[in-house]
């Protein structure tokens, strides 16, 4: 019989998240570990690469274990990722624009400060490097991978148990925790951030709870539409390198991300924290 709100139908958080972490985890520590290697140090970087995509393939093929022979949980999520009918406008709007504005203001408080106008050019190059696999390729692809997990199992999962607010604290942490090993992979984008200061790593880390804040939010308000959560992500990275922030305007960024947040569950407090 199906349940009566779709949610319920989600009901094994534990082990998703479990397998979700465990599974990468293992994949990317490895990748890390070949990314040193001196020797043929190029080679031995395309495999890391390659071990890397495969790691950040395996939370979905955990909701597709967890699903398989769930006909209500699969047709909820079709339908959630090609229903376009509940965006209201305002709502794709600010899935474009909160991050992109976010950092063009961030950038702009900065020159107050006396860093270069420099930061708004438009350069063609890329603050990391991917292996075999071009950075734009995965400036699109992963959060599509990540979100196709995150919003299609995960993040129900857990509101299926919590208030919205908690939902996204509980995420966020978890977030956070699941990109550890990235740092070891040599000249990656997680990598590159923990090499410019502990302070940076720590901007990285806690800017993943506003962000998560605004995308459930954003997520919940258009009826639980994947697609949404797909947009917002893929905008955030994209244009923190189309241009060329500065890492103190990312930390600048972080903050009004924080303030527009914090709005956010003060104006809906009802949809972040009834049960």
């Known amino acids: 019989m199906k349940a009566k709100n779709p949610i319920q139908q989600f009901n094994r958080p534990v082990l998703f998240y479990t397998l979700s972490t465990l599974i990468p985890w293992s994949f990317w520590f ?10 043929y140090q190029d080679k031995f970087l395309q495999i890391a690469s390659l071990l ?24 909820d999520i079709t339908t959630r990722l090609f229903n376009f009918s509940d965006i209201k406008p305002v709502y794709f709007l600010l899935t474009c624009l909160i991050m992109p504005v ?26 990391f490097s991917s292996g075999i696999f071009p950075v734009w390729f995965l400036l699109i692809v992963a959060p599509v991978i990540e979100e196709l ?55 990285f880390l806690v800017s993943i709870f506003p962000f998560v804040i ?12 994947i697609l949404i959560a797909i947009i917002f992500h893929i905008t955030a990275g994209l244009f923190n390198e189309l241009f060329a922030p500065h890492p103190d305007s990312k930390i600048i960024q972080t903050i009004l991300l924080i303030v527009l947040a914090s709005i956010v569950v003060v104006r809906d407090k009802e949809m972040f924290f009834k049960r």
């Open 214 to 225: 605004l995308m459930n939010w954003l997520y919940y308000k258009t009826n639980r539409n």
């Open 149 to 203: 997990a995150w919003h299609s199992y995960g993040t129900d999962s857990l509101r299926n148990r919590f208030n919205l607010f908690n939902v996204c604290l509980i995420f966020a942490l978890f977030w956070g925790i699941w990109h550890i090993p990235l740092s070891t992979i040599r000249d990656y984008y997680q990598s590159n951030v923990v090499n410019d200061g502990l302070i940076y790593g720590l901007n």
């Open 52 to 75: 890397s995509f495969i790691g950040l393939l395996t939370p979905l093929a955990v909701v597709f274990a967890l699903t398989a022979k769930h006909t209500n949980i699969k047709r």
């Open 102 to 127: 976010s950092i063009m203001i961030g950038q702009a408080i900065s020159l107050l400060f006396g860093y270069s106008s420099d930061q708004f050019i438009i350069t063609g190059n890329f603050t």
């Open 30 to 39: 490895a990748a890390g570990y070949i990314s040193q290697i001196t020797p």
